[in-house]
DNA sequence: CCCTTTATTTGCAAAATGCAAGTATTTGTT
DNA sequence: AACAAATACTTGCATTTTGCAAATAAAGGG
């Protein structure tokens, strides 16, 4: 109980790697950053650049190089927003949103077989967990509080 | 509990920024990577440049840079090893050691305010999951499998 | 109609990355 | 003992990523 760290560590670790190892889809290669970017647009209704950074805690800068990467690879499409013409909407493109569906699936096959090592009881209570994470790090007052 | 990818998305996002913004102490700039790097040097037991390297599935080209920058930063030492002459035993300077102290006191910080909104039984509950979590990810066999 | 704020892009220079190739040393084979 | 193969680590590129400063463009508020 006392070694938080070392938990902490191991398992950003490991997801880090979990992230980083399934990036490669069909003919496409994607970064660690462009997958998460991939699943924000996907997860969020209609956003604009700075919204889709702010949910990331990318600079803008970064951002909007990457996304003229991922515009140019079609995988991600920028409309003009007819209210506030210097917002852009994002938006998947069908190859977009096929390549998001890939990775979704080889991450869950991942996530399944992860799981499979435990019984129904401990995987339903070891979800919970996470959830309840989740909501305390929302809450935290201490670093990167706002993110959604 | 159907959406799991969603869950352990939210996660490694926080779990990403929580590395990135403590990396900060003192007069001493440090990059998540490096931040790993000197935690993982503490960790193991007169560990090889090659060892560490594989700990954190670093490429060792790019390890082996970092780990000079580090030395430069006087952080880091790289000792001969006398029984192999090939390899190089790392470890931490006084002031690395300080540095990582200190990086291991921000992150129990923001931890111990993170589990603050929980109760004592939630808090042992999420922690036995990511221990739980932590096993069974390291004998899974899709991906990433050695690290220790 | 200015002044400030917000959304996004570009210039630049620094840092990180990884492959290919190099050096040095060890180990295994005959 | 000699030599080929394997291992540990470093260096040379060339590419990519990053973020600060500054620019552009549009919106909003007196």
Known sequence: MEN???????????????????????????????????????????????QVADALAIDITTFSRQIQTLV?????????YSQDRRVYILSLTPEGKYVTAKIDAEVNEYLGEVF????????????RSIQLLNECMAKSTVCCKPLF
Not at 72 to 80: A, D, E, I, Q, S
């Open 4 to 50: 938080v760290r070392e938990l902490f560590h191991t398992m950003t670790k490991r997801l880090g790697l979990l992230d980083r190892n399934c990036c490669t889809v069909g003919g496409v290669e994607l970064s660690l950053v462009q997958s998460h970017i991939l699943y924000e647009i996907d997860r969020m209704n209609e956003p604009s650049m700075q």
């Open 116 to 127: 499979s090592h435990m019984s129904e009881f401990e995987r339903e209570t070891v979800l």
């Open 72 to 80: 140019k690879m079609n995988l991600v499409k920028k409309t003009p």
